[in-house]
């Protein structure tokens, strides 16, 4: 088999400013014009995506609402929508799996695609990435626009999909000459992988571009970075050998937080958010076959200090309700220690979070407990219905004056499951 059979082919493929751009897709009004989007559109929230118009006026995602307003009045802030934006990404992964060849969901608003085995050459993956992009057009909106990234990897399809947007197509051919020349077009922080922390420490020890990276030996890059050096080495020449892969890896954790709509000091209202967040972890364990061994347990308090603390499950469960046990038991004490002399219902509460930890596949437990067990045969059902009818279409009672927002956090979604 030649060499050239052999080459990769790898398209990343970006939608652009995501979650503002299908906001201006569903509401014509708001074409043109400087909007966020955010869990919460009052002066407290957080501008989680901003449209390219608020971009050019220097708002910035992550920023505060109230910052935002100040330097551009006329921003409009529109609260997330979790289920428009999934079906949106649904449909793309759909498109890109009828390319052929392996998809991997990046993250909600990114995949990857990998067309080695199906088209012949760089001129048959140029024309897959121009059926997408029509493709996007045609079947999730005219204004949803695309960056596609190609190259022999992942690492440089990624950089690829970065260097023009909105709505560009960037190749990145695998001869040496052209993938230096490409990087060299490139600022450290263009690489995937280097956040603010290795950038700073690259620039303590003189390293302050691609090319001056590239110069560094091996050695070297061990000795100040250990087992990152060899990516950085790696990187800084456009090599990468991870695959992309259309099988989900075993999650380590999953987990649910949630900023109360205003600061609390009514114990019963985050102890009902909290079993409603703890329903949801359930769901989204069983929805993947697994059980939760321990947890995390999480508190924002009003002045924003964060307290978290971790525990053992007495047995290993997917029940939202057992989960909210141990986790409540935990979050009291949170409240308690970090105000030994003030009493729970006078401590405000912004944030109430879980994460589920330890996760195994699920197995068959018998309990002598009826009551409990009837509980458990029960969960399969409700499951069906939910799958069925969507979230909230069953409720405890306890939970039906607690309705959780869906939202978005700006890179993944939060609360679709």
Request: hydrophobic share 40%; glycine share 6%.
């Given at each position: 088999?030649?060499?050239?059979?052999?080459?990769?082919?790898?398209?990343?493929?970006?939608?652009?400013?995501?979650?503002?751009?299908?906001?201006?897709?569903?509401?014509?009004?708001?074409?043109?014009k400087s909007i966020g989007v955010g869990g919460k559109?009052?002066?407290?929230?957080?501008?989680?995506?901003?449209?390219?118009?608020?971009?050019?006026?220097?708002?910035?995602?992550?920023?505060?609402?109230?910052?935002?307003?100040?330097?551009?009045?006329?921003?409009?802030?529109?609260?997330?929508?979790?289920?428009?934006?999934?079906?949106?990404?649904?449909?793309?992964?759909?498109?890109?799996?009828?390319?052929?060849?392996?998809?991997?969901?990046?993250?909600?608003?990114?995949?990857?695609?990998?067309?080695?085995?199906?088209?012949?050459?760089?001129?048959?993956?140029?024309?897959?990435?121009?059926?997408?992009?029509?493709?996007?057009?045609q079947e999730i909106g005219s204004f949803m626009r695309?960056?596609?990234?190609?190259g022999p990897n992942r690492l440089l399809a990624k950089?690829?999909?970065?260097?023009?947007?909105?709505?560009?197509?960037?190749?990145?051919?695998?001869?040496?000459?052209?993938?230096?020349?490409?990087?060299?077009?490139?600022?450290?922080?263009?690489?995937?992988?280097?956040?603010?922390?290795?950038?700073?420490?690259?620039?303590?020890?003189?390293?302050?571009?691609?090319?001056?990276?590239?110069?560094?030996?091996?050695?070297?890059?061990?000795?100040?970075?250990?087992?990152?050096?060899?990516?950085?080495?790696?990187?800084?020449?456009?090599?990468?050998?991870?695959?992309?892969?259309?099988?989900?890896?075993?999650?380590?954790?999953?987990?649910?937080?949630?900023?109360?709509?205003?600061?609390?000091?009514?114990?019963?209202?985050?102890?009902?958010?909290?079993?409603?967040?703890?329903?949801?972890?359930?769901?989204?364990?069983?929805?993947?076959?697994?059980?939760?061994?321990?947890?995390?347990?999480?508190?924002?308090?009003?002045?924003?200090?964060?307290?978290?603390?971790?525990?053992?499950?007495?047995?290993?469960?997917?029940?939202?309700?057992?989960?909210?046990?141990?986790?409540?038991?935990?979050?009291?004490?949170?409240?308690?220690?970090?105000?030994?002399?003030?009493?729970?219902?006078?401590?405000?509460?912004?944030?109430?979070?879980?994460?589920?930890?330890?996760?195994?596949?699920?197995?068959?437990?018998?309990?002598?407990?009826?009551?409990?067990?009837?509980?458990?045969?029960?969960?399969?059902?409700?499951?069906?219905?939910?799958?069925?009818?969507?979230?909230?279409?069953?409720?405890?009672?306890?939970?039906?004056?607690?309705?959780?927002?869906?939202?978005?956090?700006?890179?993944?979604?939060?609360?679709?499951?």
């Amino acid at each position: 088999m030649s060499t050239t059979a052999l080459q990769k082919r790898i398209l990343h493929i970006d939608f652009n400013a995501f979650f503002a751009h299908a906001e201006q897709e569903a509401n014509p009004f708001l074409r043109g014009k400087s909007i966020g989007v955010g869990g919460k559109a009052d002066s407290k929230g957080i501008v989680a995506a901003v449209s390219y118009e608020a971009k050019a006026h220097g708002i910035k995602t992550a920023m505060s609402v109230f910052e935002a307003k100040v330097i551009d009045p006329s921003l409009l802030m529109i609260n997330g929508d979790g289920r428009k934006y999934s079906e949106l990404s649904d449909r793309l992964h759909r498109i890109l799996v009828r390319q052929g060849g392996i998809v991997e969901r990046f993250s909600v608003d990114e995949d990857f695609l990998d067309v080695s085995h199906v088209a012949q050459d760089w001129l048959d993956t140029l024309a897959i990435a121009l059926r997408i992009r029509d493709a996007v057009k045609q079947e999730i909106g005219s204004f949803m626009r695309v960056s596609i990234g190609i190259g022999p990897n992942r690492l440089l399809a990624k950089m690829a999909s970065d260097a023009e947007k909105p709505n560009g197509l960037t190749l990145v051919y695998p001869s040496q000459k052209d993938l230096f020349a490409f990087l060299d077009t490139r600022v450290l922080e263009d690489i995937p992988g280097i956040g603010n922390a290795i950038l700073r420490r690259l620039k303590e020890v003189g390293i302050d571009s691609i090319p001056s990276l590239r110069s560094a030996q091996l050695p070297f890059l061990i000795r100040h970075f250990k087992q990152y050096g060899p990516f950085l080495y790696n990187a800084s020449r456009g090599l990468d050998t991870s695959v992309v892969t259309d099988k989900e890896p075993l999650e380590k954790s999953i987990g649910h937080s949630y900023t109360l709509p205003r600061h609390t000091q009514d114990k019963r209202v985050a102890s009902r958010t909290l079993l409603s967040l703890c329903d949801r972890v359930g769901w989204r364990l069983r929805k993947r076959g697994l059980v939760a061994r321990a947890y995390t347990a999480i508190v924002r308090f009003s002045d924003l200090h964060i307290s978290a603390k971790q525990g053992r499950l007495s047995a290993p469960t997917s029940d939202g309700l057992e989960l909210y046990k141990a986790v409540w038991h935990d979050v009291r004490q949170i409240i308690v220690q970090q105000t030994p002399n003030i009493p729970i219902e006078t401590r405000s509460i912004r944030l109430v979070g879980v994460v589920a930890r330890r996760l195994v596949p699920s197995h068959v437990q018998v309990t002598l407990d009826r009551k409990k067990q009837k509980h458990t045969d029960l969960l399969p059902w409700l499951d069906k219905i939910q799958q069925r009818y969507g979230t909230r279409s069953w409720l405890r009672a306890s939970l039906v004056n607690t309705p959780i927002k869906e939202r978005t956090n700006g890179l993944q979604l939060d609360h679709v499951d």
